[in-house]
């Protein structure tokens, strides 16, 4: 006689990423969410930029946004406060927040090196800081593909 147990279908492990809260994974979600986090870091490059100007010309220190070490902190910080908004608001835990954000930061920090040994200007310290932002992000939601794929 031939054991009849029905053969269970292919479930994924509850430790499987893909498999937290019972949501299968989207990369059409992943990319508009990623697509979403960018749009709301150029908000607040732009929303937050004349904010610090009127301050720091106010404080009489306008210089600081012109140094290309603390002009590229406050852009990134700019870029993360309304990306940490638009993350809690999509109701993100903290620490991806806080790794995104490390994120916005880490390719500055970075790039701090070979600006201070002459070998990029404060132009290219930006233009590669703002495009290395986008694999540094792409990094720290592949940490956490559940986090993005299925909200």
């Known amino acids: 006689m031939h054991d009849r147990t029905a053969?269970?279908?292919?479930?994924?492990a509850p430790t499987d990423p893909a498999a937290h809260d019972g949501h299968r994974?989207?990369?059409?979600?992943?990319?508009?969410?990623?697509?979403e986090m960018v749009v709301a870091m150029v908000v607040g490059m732009v929303v937050l930029?004349?904010?610090?100007?009127?301050v720091l010309d106010t404080l009489g220190a306008a210089g600081v946004m012109h140094n290309p070490y603390s002009?590229?902190?406050?852009?990134?910080?700019?870029?993360?406060v309304a990306m940490s908004a638009w993350m809690?608001?999509?109701?993100?835990?903290?620490?991806?927040?806080?790794e995104m954000?490390?994120?916005?930061?880490a390719p500055f920090l970075v790039l701090f090196a070979p600006l201070s040994l002459g070998l990029i200007d404060?132009?290219?310290?930006?233009?590669?800081?703002?495009?290395?932002?986008?694999?540094?992000?792409?990094?720290?939601?592949?940490?956490?593909p559940h986090e993005y794929a299925h909200c």
């Open 71 to 80: 002009g590229a902190l406050i852009m990134a910080t700019n870029m993360t």
């Open 25 to 35: 994974l989207s990369a059409k979600k992943f990319a508009l969410h990623f697509a």
């Open 7 to 12: 053969t269970p279908t292919a479930v994924p």
């Open 122 to 144: 404060a132009g290219a310290l930006m233009l590669w800081g703002h495009l290395l932002m986008l694999p540094a992000m792409a990094a720290a939601m592949l940490l956490r």
């Open 49 to 54: 930029h004349p904010v610090w100007m009127a």
């Open 101 to 105: 954000g490390a994120a916005m930061y």
């Open 88 to 98: 809690k608001f999509r109701g993100h835990r903290w620490r991806p927040v806080a």
